[in-house]
């Protein structure tokens, strides 16, 4: 284990190493563990059924088929980019654990009738889910894969988390502590709730948001209500999920929603056209819990503190045509489906344009400027949404961020940042 960051062979070794104390005691603690191997537990985005551990395995290594006709491009191999070897390769390469749940936009029985919306990361299919999942990844318990490098009890633990994953993971780091505002706690409620009109009587979903004025669930005096029923509450263990977690990176993540999810629930007649063109009509109570408003926010429903330490990497290059009419419909920067102010942890807006206070420092972003406290911006990537997660660019680029941030590594691939910044032999 290599215990010190690499520093930045680049204009950007200036870069800030502000607060970032517990990721450096971590290092240390699994230094005098010889045997130990960093284990890399991922946790996938929106979009699969990753109860079919099959699906999660491919999320971290398929191309979106229509980027990849525009631009020619195949995948990359995220697993070597990130552990040092491909999936199924034996030797010394980092351990690595596949983690699934239900990240679909809604239920369906055999016959293709949805008879639920999808479930949100508050609930117990997926944080509570991801929660079990990690604490037998992290027990030497295997994840059920078939793979020769499952992780062992005695590494140190790393999750990397894409997309709704950091939604989850926020929710189950902001809760892992006893005196978390919902800790250990996930709420098993119909998402539908949440969408309703200030005097009950309609519902936003569908083509119609285009046509009807959506209202987030609030009481008559306008206070804004809870996202989910408490009385549907079930316990999770994610103080024990996140005993072994040195950190969590996310890439891409949907930290504060996305404004894509606000335009499905609350869009425009140009917004319903997309939806019907790119996500299939994709209803609001699919999507509920992905909004950027301050009721489906996961920092409304955790503690200030994020168990191990969150380190995201966000992306900002949106999709090429014809998928850039995604990113047309966001503002500021974006991955063609996140805002660049959602994926990042800093206070404000999670729609505003973000790339300059991250790259050149801003009060507004610093160590007292954050939505948690123990997390931190790690990277920028010129690149799209999907290339996150599969390492498959067609022009990328690297920039480090500074005020209260760390950078420590000049790699294009989000998954060779987080090795480069472990020290993971390539």
């Not at 239900?102 to 997926?126: C, E, F, L, M």
């Not at 062992?152 to 790393?158: G, S």
């Not at 009950?200 to 569908?206: A, E, I, N, S, Y």
């Not at 999670?350 to 610093?366: N, P």
């Amino acid at each position: 284990m290599n215990i010190a960051f690499k520093a930045i062979a680049s204009k950007t070794t200036a870069s800030k190493i502000i607060g970032l104390s517990a990721l450096t005691l971590a290092l240390m603690a699994g230094a005098g563990q010889a045997s130990a191997k960093d284990c890399f537990i991922l946790v996938h985005g929106h979009g699969i059924d990753g109860t079919n551990k099959l699906n999660a395995v491919n999320y971290w290594q398929s191309v979106n088929s229509n980027i990849e006709a525009i631009t020619g491009r195949v995948t990359g191999d995220f697993y070597k980019d990130l552990t040092g070897q491909s999936f199924a390769e034996a030797g010394n390469g980092a351990h690595f654990g596949i983690t699934g749940y239900y990240g679909k936009d809604n239920v369906q029985d055999a016959a293709g009738n949805i008879i639920s919306p999808g479930y949100p990361y508050w609930h117990p299919a997926t944080a509570g889910s991801v929660a079990n999942q990690i604490i037998a990844i992290s027990n030497g318990q295997g994840d059920g894969v078939d793979h020769p490098r499952q992780c062992e009890a005695a590494d140190t633990f790393w999750v990397v988390s894409h997309s709704q994953g950091a939604q989850v993971m926020t929710y189950i780091s902001g809760n892992a502590s006893t005196d978390s505002l919902f800790a250990n706690t996930t709420f098993d409620a119909s998402n539908t709730q949440a969408i309703s009109n200030k005097n009950g009587v309609k519902t936003c979903d569908g083509w119609l948001s285009g046509f009807i004025t959506c209202y987030y669930n609030e009481d008559t005096a306008g206070n804004v209500n809870n996202a989910f029923d408490q009385t549907s509450q079930q316990s999770f263990q994610f103080g024990l999920a996140m005993t072994k977690i040195a950190g969590t990176f996310t890439l891409s993540g949907a930290i504060n929603g996305t404004e894509g999810a606000d335009r499905t629930c609350d869009g425009s007649l140009g917004d319903t056209v997309l939806n019907y063109m790119f996500f299939g009509n994709r209803r609001c109570e699919d999507v509920v819990s992905l909004q950027t408003h301050i009721q489906y926010n996961p920092r409304t429903y955790t503690g200030e503190y994020l168990a191990g330490g969150m380190y995201n990497i966000g992306g900002y290059k949106g999709y090429p045509h014809p998928m850039s009419a995604t990113s047309s419909k966001l503002n500021g920067e974006d991955d063609g489906y996140i805002n660049l102010a959602s994926q990042m942890n800093c206070s404000g807006s999670g729609k505003r344009k973000l790339y300059d206070t991250l790259k050149y420092g801003s009060y507004t972003c610093d160590n007292t400027h954050k939505r948690h406290t123990g997390s931190f911006n790690l990277a920028l990537l010129y690149g799209d949404h999907d290339s996150m997660r599969n390492s498959a660019f067609a022009t990328v680029t690297h920039k480090a961020t500074t005020a209260g941030t760390l950078s420590c590594s000049g790699d294009v691939s989000a998954a060779r940042t987080i090795s480069d910044c472990l020290g993971v032999n390539h």
